[in-house]
């Protein structure tokens, strides 16, 4: 396998794995101790990275953070069914050609005009994965190709290539070869599994959901406003609901969204009545919203309580 490119000059400011770690809670991540040191395997060895994990975790969160505190810019790649070379990675400015070859045909050029003159690089259309090879900024960019196991395995095959030598060829132009490769993290959601020749050019790390301090922190973290016994509830809530029998259990960031609905209400505490009307904040799906009012959420809250959830 090729061997990975040099790790960039400016990595040595994230020295060690507890200088990721507190450069991830000072921009409100609070990452525990295995996945701070996948990140600074990652950028040490300059490997991409990919996250797996159930929706909500912080798989997304975790390259917006790296962004930020590199003071980098964040290329998203979105991926879904149907992804192809033309969006993802360049496609040629059609219009603009076809513009062009109507001039050289005024100027009586067209017959003498090269292939070249309309397959030029002025008239590629850059899409995340070219614009992440070819970016020239200070710093090198972190490109997040997001839920890749959305994609068709064909699009998984060809980013091979660019997680190898990050370079892609393009027929008409040739190799175009990153001079200093972005930083690169995947993530997943495993709703099929990623083939293993990706995986094996990559770091991996699985980030499941939080324990009940983790959650704590995180919460308090990202919305310092909330009250700690209002926080303490919400948090004990979640991790007694996580072990439920649902179709999809909340992740962090329905915890997140649900402590903000709470404060937008004024609660200071939590309410039967109130965890019951805001269940679709938490919660996704009507069979596990009906479950919950039928008496469920309202078991669950005594049971989080006895468990210590106010202490």
Known sequence: MTPGPKPSASVPRLADIDAVQSAFAAHGYVADRDLATAVFLSLALGRPLLLEGEAGVGKTEVARTLAALLGANLIRLQCYEGLDVNTA????????????????????????AATRDIFAEEFLIRRPLLQALESRDAEAPVLLIDEVDRADEEFEAFLLEILSDFAVSIPEIGTIRAERPPRVILTSNRTREVHDALKRRCLYHWIDYPTAPRELAILRARLPHVPEALAREAVAFVQRLRTADLTKAPGIAETLDWAAALLALGATHLEPAQVEQTLGVLLKYHEDVGAMRNGGARTMLGESRVRGGES
């Open 89 to 112: 990675v360049y496609e040629w400015d059609y219009p603009r050609q076809m513009l062009e070859i109507r001039l050289l045909e005024a100027r009586g050029e067209a017959k003498s």
